[in-house]
């Protein structure tokens, strides 16, 4: 799911969570703006449904969005 594209942020996009099934024990994202004009912050937080889950971020939970690919 795009939640930036071409600069501009997707509000329809961010209004749904996105959920991880229960299986699932880490995710790899790749992410980039591709937007050299100019900056774009980011927010990002994880949530868990039951105490047994500690979801862990390892990025910075607000910054600026990469403009080349990051895998993380």
Sequence with gaps: MNYVEDGIVNAYSTKFPY????????IIFSWNSKV???QIKYQIR?????????????L???????TKTESN
């Design 60 to 66: 910075p939970l607000e910054g600026m969005i990469p």
């Design 36 to 38: 050299s004009t100019k």
């Design 19 to 26: 959920r991880v099934g229960t299986n699932i024990s880490h």
């Design 46 to 58: 994880a949530v868990a449904e039951t105490f047994d889950v500690l979801p862990l971020i390892h």
